[in-house]
């Protein structure tokens, strides 16, 4: 960059796509209307586990407006496996058994959704129904295997082992032990998921519309079910209301839009509803784990092991990821020299599991955040102090957990926790609590700390092309839902290119416009894209300084750029800007300018971040109401303080959710009992308080610019902060949670001596 250059990376631009969102000119799939379009509804299955003894759809093919019922018994292709989801699938339709309610039966296609959702109440299935295992620990047990070929409803069992494990226990002057769990949640992202495809006949090319948060991923996988070359595929990704993770998946509906809308040579669409994304959607969280943490009187760590289960739904909706996380994450950002884990992903009668917001940081960190409250409440020291002693140091750096490769990099942990415990102001807080205390006042602190594991594998890239208007298109396959990347990767290439961020044109999610992608998730996209947009945009100058040597015919070593002007060394009176130089180019009948570039990386970055929550519990409704919550975030080097600060609130008010409010609820038989925002609360901005966000820059030693991850950052310990922080609440009375979230009957249970377990 050139020095007389003005510096955008680090400063709070306003998002720049949130003008035309804030108009309602914003397209979603919901807004794609395709000439002739047929509906696509559902018939889903209205039992956990049962075999299809017979399917009658006489009725609704009667009826007007139907152009075709289809089932995996009239089209066999359709009771394949859906690709990418090894090792064992699930077929787009159900033809011989259904294993969770919701799972798809039946497609119907109709002029509109209305006369869908008619013919579907005529379809009668007979069902026989089955045994239905909704319980992790139980389904191990195989005393009802749900996929018989499979053998067992363990899908993955792992160990990983650091040091001497469980026999290092005996070592310890104490061992703590504690069944700690977490409820099953599910994102509910604004945009529920849709879908919309058409068969282009003269590009003989499959167009497909998709909610979803890799384009180039949905591409491989509707490219393999519907039988085409992936460059016969293309996949758009318009405006994405929300992801979260679960907009990343191999779904049904997505298989079933493409091959329908290729087969029959008709435009398919099909949007789903929000009772749909209770129902279909892929969930997560939902783990019990057994632990034992052994210690030292002084509060040092000596060893941890845990044996844990994470309830998988009856498919690997995203793959078996989520439970090795859980394990990596586990030892947080303490030294413990001596782990024993032991996890198990088991299939049970309820819907498909796949990566949220988190995906295994927030369990991870809920094991070893409670247990250092426990540990520190058994020896008598205070919770603040045992996490203290415990932390690894800058001088540990690099620091290998001997947990699957996690090695800690960079920051400086027990001083960025110095700094919030200075914020909070604990004496003052606990001179507070016990006035307030007296007065019939509940108070309580809440501390934790995380890292934050982002990216580590894969690629990202960008492709550059100058426009006729002197602007510069950047194509990416990283495909945002409102994290706001075109603004973060416009500064990057700002920055590198010597313009204004208003210069640089973002395009998300199309196959079309660049050859290859990963995506969205995981906090993994400024830190993949962006340094493939510094990468890029030094190419592009490169390219464009020898443009620029044939409009000023000259050598291009003479060729100098200042301050987004190319002349000739010596001669700065004659220069060209990006838009003089597009216009030269195009007047002399060139190409465009453009570069394609990618950046690859196998290394993660880690973030750190120290949190304190203060609650206000009414002892007599079990109501908690945060009081205040503060946050410092190592973020690295931060691209945009305003997006970053976005992003680092919006997963703490998601985790909050799931700390405060947010469970699906099964019965006995694997019905779900939340299907509603009436049943499923989520956080609003009554219940969530202003929070503090302060950002620490520890550059990222593994990638060139020093990106971390920040979108997981607010999510990873609210549910262990919370119980906490209640916990503190009730110090005199020795109140022990060990079940998220902490509702307000669970609390209420708890203290008066009922079971307050999960419900």
């Known amino acids: 960059m050139p020095e007389t250059q003005e510096t955008w990376i680090g400063r709070s631009v306003p998002r720049l796509e949130d003008p035309i969102l804030i108009q309602g000119k914003g397209q979603y799939v919901s807004d794609v209307h395709l000439a002739g379009q047929w509906t696509m509804a559902l018939v889903r299955s209205t039992h956990a586990h049962a075999r299809i003894r017979a399917i009658h759809s006489e009725a609704a093919t009667q009826l007007p407006g139907v152009h075709a019922v289809v089932t995996a018994q009239q089209d066999e292709k359709l009771g394949r496996p859906l690709p990418g989801m090894a090792p064992l699938?699930?077929?787009?339709?159900?033809?011989?058994?259904?294993?969770?309610?919701?799972?798809?039966?039946?497609?119907?296609?109709?002029?509109?959704?209305?006369?869908?959702?008619?013919?579907?109440?005529?379809?009668?299935?007979?069902?026989?129904?089955?045994?239905?295992?909704?319980?992790a620990?139980?389904?191990?047990?195989?005393?009802?295997?749900?996929?018989?070929?499979?053998?067992?409803?363990?899908?993955?069992?792992?160990?990983?082992?650091?040091?001497?494990?469980?026999?290092?226990?005996?070592?310890?002057?104490?061992?703590?032990?504690?069944?700690?769990?977490?409820?099953?949640?599910?994102?509910?992202?604004m945009e529920?998921?849709?879908?919309?495809?058409?068969?282009?006949?003269?590009?003989?090319?499959?167009?497909?519309?998709?909610?979803?948060?890799?384009?180039?991923?949905?591409?491989?996988?509707?490219?393999?079910?519907?039988?085409?070359?992936?460059?016969?595929?293309?996949?758009?990704a318009p405006e994405v209301g929300g992801g979260f993770g679960v907009k990343n998946g191999t779904y049904p509906e997505e298989a079933l839009v493409a091959y329908l809308a290729f087969s029959l040579r008709h435009p398919i669409k099909w949007t789903g509803d929000r009772f749909e994304e209770f129902l279909a959607t892929y969930q997560e969280r939902?783990?019990?784990?057994?632990?034992?943490?052994?210690?030292?009187?002084?509060?040092?760590?000596?060893?941890?092991?845990?044996?844990?289960?994470?309830?998988?739904?009856?498919?690997?909706?995203?793959?078996?990821?989520?439970?090795?996380?859980?394990?990596?994450?586990?030892?947080?950002?303490?030294?413990?020299?001596?782990?024993?884990?032991?996890?198990?992903?088991?299939?049970?009668?309820?819907?498909?599991?796949?990566?949220?917001?988190?995906?295994?940081?927030?369990?991870?960190?809920?094991?070893?955040?409670?247990?250092?409250?426990?540990?520190?409440?058994?020896?008598?020291?205070?919770?603040?102090?045992?996490?203290?002693?415990?932390?690894?140091?800058?001088?540990?750096?690099?620091?290998?957990?001997?947990?699957?490769?996690?090695?800690?990099?960079?920051?400086?942990?027990?001083r960025v926790y110095e700094e919030l415990l200075a914020m909070v102001d604990v004496p003052a807080f606990r001179r507070r609590q016990q006035q307030a205390r007296q007065e019939g006042v509940r108070l309580g602190l809440g501390i934790a700390n995380v890292v934050e594991i982002s990216a580590g594998f894969g690629f990202e890239g960008v492709r550059l092309q100058l426009q006729g208007?002197?602007?510069?298109?950047?194509s990416t396959g990283a495909t945002g839902q409102g994290q706001g990347h075109r603004t973060a990767l416009a500064q990057i290439a700002a920055d590198a290119l010597a313009v204004s961020p208003d210069d640089i044109v973002v395009k998300e999610g199309d196959t079309q416009d660049i050859a290859k992608g990963v995506g969205t998730f995981g906090s993994r996209t400024i830190i993949m894209a962006g340094n493939a947009a510094d990468r890029a945009?030094?190419?592009?100058?490169?390219?464009?300084?020898?443009?620029?040597?044939?409009?000023?015919?000259?050598?291009?070593?003479?060729?100098?750029?200042?301050?987004?002007?190319?002349?000739?060394?010596?001669?700065?009176?004659?220069?060209?800007?990006?838009?003089?130089?597009?216009?030269?180019?195009?007047?002399?009948?060139?190409?465009?300018?453009?570069?394609?570039?990618?950046?690859?990386?196998?290394?993660?970055?880690?973030?750190?971040g120290s949190h304190a929550v203060i609650v206000r519990v009414d002892e007599q409704t079990a109501d908690i109401q945060i009081e205040r919550y503060v946050i410092l975030h190592d973020s690295g080097r931060v691209v945009n303080p305003l997006l970053a600060t976005g992003q680092v609130i919006g997963g703490t008010v998601q985790g909050l959710g799931s700390a405060l409010y947010e469970e699906l609820i099964f019965s006995s038989d694997g019905q779900p009992l939340t299907t509603s925002f009436l049943d499923y609360r989520l956080p609003g901005a009554v219940e969530m308080p202003d929070i503090e966000v302060y950002h620490r820059d520890y550059p990222a030693p593994g990638n060139p610019a020093g990106y971390k991850g920040v979108g997981e950052a607010g999510i990873i310990p609210s549910q262990a902060i919370i119980l906490a922080a209640v916990e503190d609440a009730f110090s005199d009375r020795s109140l022990k949670l060990d079940f998220a979230p902490i509702t307000p009957i669970r609390l209420f249970q708890q203290l008066n001596g009922e079971k307050g377990g999960a419900q």
């Open 89 to 135: 699938s699930p077929p787009a339709l159900a033809f011989d058994s259904v294993y969770y309610v919701g799972q798809p039966i039946v497609a119907i296609l109709a002029d509109n959704r209305y006369i869908a959702e008619d013919a579907a109440d005529r379809i009668e299935i007979e069902y026989q129904p089955l045994p239905a295992v909704v319980e």
């Open 137 to 189: 620990q139980e389904a191990a047990l195989d005393h009802v295997v749900l996929h018989q070929d499979f053998g067992t409803n363990v899908l993955e069992h792992f160990e990983y082992h650091s040091g001497n494990g469980r026999a290092a226990l005996g070592q310890a002057d104490r061992v703590i032990t504690a069944t700690l769990q977490m409820g099953r949640v599910s994102a509910q992202p």
């Open 192 to 236: 529920p998921r849709g879908v919309a495809a058409h068969w282009d006949d003269v590009a003989q090319m499959l167009v497909v519309y998709d909610s979803t948060q890799s384009v180039h991923r949905a591409q491989e996988r509707i490219a393999e079910f519907v039988g085409l070359d992936k460059n016969q595929v293309r996949v758009i």
């Open 286 to 414: 939902e783990q019990t784990h057994h632990v034992q943490l052994g210690v030292n009187n002084d509060g040092t760590i000596v060893a941890l092991v845990d044996t844990f289960y994470q309830d998988n739904g009856a498919f690997p909706g995203g793959g078996m990821m989520v439970a090795q996380n859980t394990a990596r994450n586990i030892p947080g950002p303490y030294r413990i020299a001596h782990l024993a884990l032991d996890g198990y992903t088991v299939m049970t009668n309820k819907v498909p599991q796949a990566p949220y917001r988190g995906a295994g940081r927030p369990q991870g960190h809920y094991i070893i955040e409670r247990m250092l409250d426990r540990a520190a409440d058994v020896i008598g020291i205070e919770r603040i102090e045992i996490r203290r002693k415990n932390l690894v140091n800058p001088r540990d750096f690099p620091y290998a957990t001997g947990i699957a490769g996690v090695t800690l990099d960079s920051g400086d942990y027990p």
């Open 469 to 474: 208007d002197g602007r510069i298109l950047m």
């Open 537 to 608: 945009s030094a190419a592009f100058v490169t390219k464009a300084k020898e443009a620029a040597a044939q409009v000023l015919e000259a050598h291009v070593d003479d060729i100098r750029w200042e301050d987004g002007r190319f002349f000739v060394n010596g001669v700065p009176s004659v220069s060209l800007d990006w838009k003089a130089l597009a216009a030269a180019l195009d007047q002399s009948g060139a190409p465009p300018l453009r570069h394609e570039d990618y950046f690859s990386s196998q290394t993660a970055t880690y973030g750190f």
